[in-house]
């Protein structure tokens, strides 16, 4: 398993444990062409507020974008995990 993959991994579990992201369509792990690449990507919500994703380019580079209200409270880029969990816990 990689490095990306643990990270997009340990991302859906922290944002299942939240309880607060019930998109209706819940929380999906994905991969989508980024460059020459492809980049992992976990895309979540929070009903009628916020539809985002978080693309892991790398291990120290984070990226969410997404729309909705809520979108300046969530987007942004995060140098890891950790800052992200830091940021989403408010």
Known sequence: MSEREQIQNQIVEFLESK??????YGIIEGMEPYGKGKVRTVTFGIARYLD???EIIKPNDIHVRGRGPLAHK???RY???EKLKQAFDV
């Open 79 to 81: 140098e890891s995990f």
């Open 52 to 54: 985002a994703t978080i």
């Open 74 to 76: 969530y987007c942004g």
């Open 19 to 24: 309880g607060k992201f019930n998109a209706p």
